[in-house]
């Protein structure tokens, strides 16, 4: 078989690199990826399942729906308190543990 006819072989992630979902959950992008996720789920939510007569304050609307979607999918995004605070500490000094 000639070298142009070759299958190409995809690369192996390298090693020590985080899968790509706990990049993704790490990263700056995990909230507003959440709030869009929610808006649609709520607009979705309301246009195929919500309220028909009008008397669900929430699913009676399409955009209200989606706010609160957006508002549940923040509060699902929002970093926790303790990622927050490893954060925010300075590096220890393996060396001398007491600076």
Do not use: K
């Amino acid at each position: 078989m000639p070298a142009s006819q070759t299958a190409a072989v995809p690369e192996a992630p390298r090693a020590g690199t985080p899968p790509l979902w706990r990049r993704l959950a790490r990263s700056r992008l995990r909230l507003p990826l959440a709030v869009a996720a929610g808006a649609a789920a709520g607009a979705a939510y309301s246009y195929f399942i919500g309220c028909r007569t009008g008397t669900c304050p929430i699913t009676s609307n399409v955009w209200i729906s989606s706010l609160y979607g957006a508002f549940v999918g923040g509060l699902v995004g929002w970093p926790p308190r303790a990622e927050a605070a490893v954060r925010a500490a300075p590096p220890r000094d393996p060396v001398h543990p007491g600076r």
